[in-house]
């Protein structure tokens, strides 16, 4: 485009001999296979990213043109009385998945690992919850919470002459219940992951600290979660991000209730946008949990990196 | 990341077609299974031996109440009355069968076209899943366009988006698609559409298609076959055993979809199970009818499982790699 008059004509016969050159070498083809992989996630995932990011500042209700609010959205949610309650409910939900769900996947992967025989039929039995739609696990479990005496699991406790347990009525007992939930739910499947993690130990490892004289325990602390470390640490913060963004269960067991003990941040985002219409406050909110939780797994990474290589 | 390798190569080694190069960083020998913690000595020391065994039939029993207790539960409560299942629930077990339960289930809170309408979700969202990802896939490794490194980058980068920031305007996008000015609201387009984007599936066949040797794509290439003879006579037959796993956990996952479909199918007849339940729920059906209900929802995905359980397992072990 640079070039003097004289020389444009062999540019374009130039550019034209690329074009058919670049059509023969397939690069028409490459765009073909292109063009419904562009379209999809334009549509359905980098689009709507966008789009989010834009209607957080917009005030809108699909039937008036949208109009710019700057920050109005990000402070009308932030002012919300509601948010803080959601916000330590969404927080104590994480942190009791953490210390009580997290672990339980770890122990039975090490567990199954030992085992010479019927190592698949304990793997079947493990992941058989992951497989149950969780809208049908939700409805049993919801029977199995009835807070009378004749409840299942009060029944159940019954017999060991304890309860019965209010479970998703009380305030302070919902919450640890649907954790509860959601570790029967959720170990099996994160177990067979660490499963296959585990079949790269390097069974060396095991001979030298033998030698050395450690017992099983020790091998296993020094050992096996050592070598697990990194899968550990990837899976400790999908699960942080999975928490932060829980919906069904609260949704379908309490409705955030008894008294908001359940209301969660992703509730409060539903409530926003599909019942009370404001897809601005809705966004906004969206992005704020976003924001975090992307701080969030850049603080973890760098932590995590100097423990890994420490 | 060698985490993926193995059960990757491995699933390699099943294809009908001559074995890919296995791409370890070391060599390892294959005796994973041979040990673990405790070593073949330990085991013949009586106290370890004992420990195991109690530990081990322990475990058995807490994974035999907590992984299939509910499920035969549901089975049983399905054909009992709802007296029964609430007034002891533990006692169903000896109750007289009620079948009529199912029936009820079946055609009265219309489970079964419920059920019909999620078969027609999950078939149709995992053939966009497949369609996309593959496309994607073939055309990152395979093709390698100049371009590539910034698709593969873009879509990749959907894996660290957490979901929740695209969730309301992607229901927006459904109501009124830009540029084509059409809503996919209350069809199953709405579901199935937004499915095919699924990166993390991308990812997964990517580093399959790239374990595939060269050579055969050469030959095919010299034997004078396109682009896309090359992806359906060379690749895709080698990549059953990946292709498989993506179709049983897209369907199961497409089963599990609650928020989504509850969202963009509000038309009662077009709504899968899983929207159907809740509402159920809700309503005054009996106890029974509910539980018969759940059984009818969780039934067809564990008999997937029961008779796929290999490749079930294999896939989610491959799924942790790859997120790893």
């Known amino acids: 485009m640079t070039k003097t008059l004289d020389a444009a004509p062999a540019a374009r016969r130039r550019k034209r001999g690329n074009l058919t050159r670049w059509a023969q070498g397939g690069g028409l083809h490459a765009v073909l296979f292109a063009v419904p992989v562009v379209l999809v996630y334009a549509y359905f995932s980098w689009g709507p990213v966008i789009q989010g990011l834009i209607l957080s500042f917009q005030k809108t209700n699909l039937i008036q043109p949208a109009e710019w609010v700057g920050w109005g959205n990000f402070t009308y949610v932030l002012a919300d009385p509601g948010l803080v309650q959601a916000s330590l409910n969404t927080g104590y939900f994480a942190l009791l998945a953490l210390v009580f769900g997290f672990p339980v996947p770890i122990i039975l992967a090490v567990l199954i690992n030992e085992l010479r025989k019927y190592d698949t039929l304990y793997n079947a039995l493990a992941y058989l919850p992951a497989i149950v739609p969780p809208v049908a696990a939700i409805l049993l479990w919801k029977f199995f919470y009835d807070p009378d005496a004749t409840g299942m699991f009060n029944t159940v406790l019954g017999w060991f002459g304890l309860g019965p347990f209010p479970w998703l009525n009380a305030e302070n007992s919902a919450m640890p219940s649907i954790v509860l939930y959601a570790t029967w739910a959720g170990a099996g499947s994160t177990a067979i992951i660490y499963i296959a993690a585990l079949a790269t130990v390097r069974t060396e490892l095991y001979e030298a600290a033998e030698i050395d004289g450690a017992g099983i325990w020790r091998r296993i602390w020094h050992i096996t979660l050592p070598q697990l470390r990194n899968v550990i640490f990837v899976m400790m913060l999908l699960q942080i991000i999975g928490t932060f963004q829980i919906f069904t269960e609260p949704f379908l067991f309490t409705g955030g209730g008894p008294n908001n003990a359940t209301q969660t941040i992703l509730l409060k985002i539903y409530n926003y946008a599909f019942i009370n219409g404001d897809f601005g406050a809705a966004t906004a909110l969206s992005v704020l949990l976003a924001a975090f939780l992307g701080l969030l797994s850049v603080v973890y990474y760098f932590v995590t990196k100097r423990w890994s290589t420490a | ?324």
């Open chain 2, 1 to 324: 990341m060698s985490v993926v390798d193995k059960p990757l190569t491995s699933t390699a080694d099943a294809a009908e077609g001559p074995k890919a190069p296995a791409r370890r960083r070391a060599p390892r020998p294959d005796d994973a299974k041979e040990r673990g913690v405790i070593s073949a000595s330990d085991r013949k020391r009586p106290a370890v031996k004992a420990w195991l065994r109690i530990v081990q039939t322990i475990l058995l029993i807490v994974l035999i109440v907590s992984g299939l207790g509910p499920l035969l539960w549901a089975a049983k409560a399905s054909i009992s009355s709802s007296n029964a299942i609430v007034s002891d629930p533990m006692g169903i077990w000896f109750t007289p069968n009620e079948w009529g339960n199912l029936l009820l289930a079946w055609n009265g809170a219309r489970i079964g076209q419920s059920l019909g309408n999620t078969v027609v979700l999950a078939a149709g969202s995992t053939l966009s899943t497949l369609i996309v990802s593959v496309a994607a896939a073939f055309l990152l490794s395979v093709l390698r366009p100049k371009w590539g490194p910034w698709l593969s980058g873009a879509i990749i980068a959907t894996l660290f988006l957490p979901g929740v920031v695209s969730f309301v305007p992607l229901y927006l996008t459904i109501l009124d698609m830009p540029l084509l000015n059409v809503s996919l609201q209350d069809t199953f387009w709405a579901v199935w559409l937004p499915a095919g984007a699924s990166a993390f599936n991308v990812v997964v066949l990517k580093r399959f298609f790239d374990s595939i040797p060269r050579e055969y794509m050469e030959a095919a290439k010299i034997d004078g076959a396109g682009p896309m003879r090359i992806l359906t006579m060379v690749v895709l037959p080698l990549s059953r055993p990946i292709l498989g796993v993506i179709v049983l956990l897209s369907i199961v996952g497409s089963w599990k979809e609650f928020l989504w479909p509850m969202l963009v199918l509000s038309n009662p007849d077009l709504q899968p199970v899983s929207v159907m339940l809740p509402r159920l729920a809700t309503g005054n059906s009996p106890l029974s009818v509910q539980m018969a209900a759940v059984f009818l929802t969780i039934i067809i995905p564990v008999v997937l499982f029961a008779v796929f359980q290999k490749q079930f397992l294999r896939g989610v072990g491959t799924a942790g790699g790859v997120k790893g």
